[in-house]
């Protein structure tokens, strides 16, 4: 491979195969800085991104796919003075919008995205963080402004938001519930919160007498949407605060009003699809380093290893939700 070109898992069209191939290495352009990519997390949504499932996440094909990544600074481009050659970083960088993803050796990436690793994590453990966390922070932190011993109801609590809404809740310092299946709830049980059972037609009148005396949660993080986001508005407490990251049906609102409560949609991909707010997203990524570095955030890998040659078998690992922990595709030693 000549210095001009680097190798990258390419997708041509939707559903198709990923392809390693040799493609143009791209160079920090102003405000970007050159990342040599060590870890990209495979997320639900990048599975949804390949199979053209996701019509809110739009990337035309053929592309590079990957929206979480950490690596290490190469270039510095010009009026960049946040970071230099030889920082580790982390970020939510592309795979949407046009915008390169991190399934490739190299990526010019916004500095504006980017958070140093925090010094308490490996490059692969900081790869899992940005999308979960900076969607849950925005909605817990942004939206809800959660307060110390609130209580908090996350909808969800199984997934990777669920899992990082739990985690940032608690360090805030509220009292934090979450819902998750019999079969699933090993995921959240260490996190020490109680877990209510999960089923379709939760009862929401007797999940609230139960844990609340009948008050309903200060805050409810929904991560599911549908019907699971109906059953929010039946939680939250009176001028409480509901919160979705896939609020995109259509939902009665009386449960919502009748409780003088509010609602505040997250969609953590418009920085990247539109190029707007995009620093808030390094911002947040800092915070949540310090929270890493304080023994706060609790990072799970599964154990099996992936590499560019390999990136289907990461997905279909996702996609069968047979993963043990975040699935990492490893691009440099």
Request: charged share 20%; no cysteine.
């Amino acid at each position: 491979m000549s210095s001009d070109t680097m190798k990258a898992a390419l997708l041509a069209e939707a559903n198709a195969p990923f392809t390693l191939t040799d493609v143009p290495r791209p160079r920090a352009g102003a405000g970007e800085v050159l990342v040599r990519i060590h870890a990209s997390a495979v997320n639900p949504l990048d599975t949804k991104i390949r199979r053209g499932a996701a019509g809110h996440a739009r990337h035309p094909l053929p592309a590079i796919l990957g929206i979480d990544t950490a690596g290490e600074v190469l270039e510095v481009g010009e009026g960049v003075s946040a970071f230099k050659p030889g920082d580790k970083v982390f970020g939510m960088t592309g795979g949407v919008g046009g915008v390169q993803g991190s399934l490739a050796e190299f990526a010019a990436v916004d500095a504006r995205l980017l958070a140093p690793v925090p010094s308490t994590l490996s490059l692969r453990e900081a790869a899992t963080l940005p999308l979960a966390f900076i969607t849950a922070w925005e909605g817990l932190v942004d939206r809800a402004r959660v307060r110390p011993e609130q209580t908090v109801l996350v909808l969800g609590g199984t997934g990777a938001v669920g899992q990082a809404a739990i985690q940032l809740a608690k360090a805030l310092g509220a009292k934090v519930f979450a819902t998750a299946s019999a079969s699933r709830r090993a995921l959240v049980e260490r996190f020490g919160v109680p877990i209510i059972e999960s089923t379709p037609r939760a009862d929401m009148v007797e999940v609230v007498q139960r844990y609340t005396n009948g008050r309903g949660f200060d805050v409810v993080y929904d991560t599911a949407g549908g019907e699971s986001l109906d059953r929010a508005f039946h939680a939250v407490a009176r001028f409480g605060h509901v919160v979705s990251a896939l609020g995109w049906g259509t939902h009665a609102l009386a449960p919502l009003s009748f409780r003088a409560a509010s609602y505040s949609g997250v969609f953590t991909l418009l920085p990247l699809l539109s190029g707007e707010g995009r620093a808030a997203h390094g911002d947040i990524l800092r915070e949540i380093g310090k929270l890493a570095e304080q023994g706060k955030i609790d990072v799970t890998l599964d154990p099996r290893r992936f590499t560019l040659a390999n990136v289907d078998d990461a997905h279909a690992l996702v996609e069968g939700r047979e993963a043990e922990g975040k699935v990492i595709v490893d691009i440099a030693s």
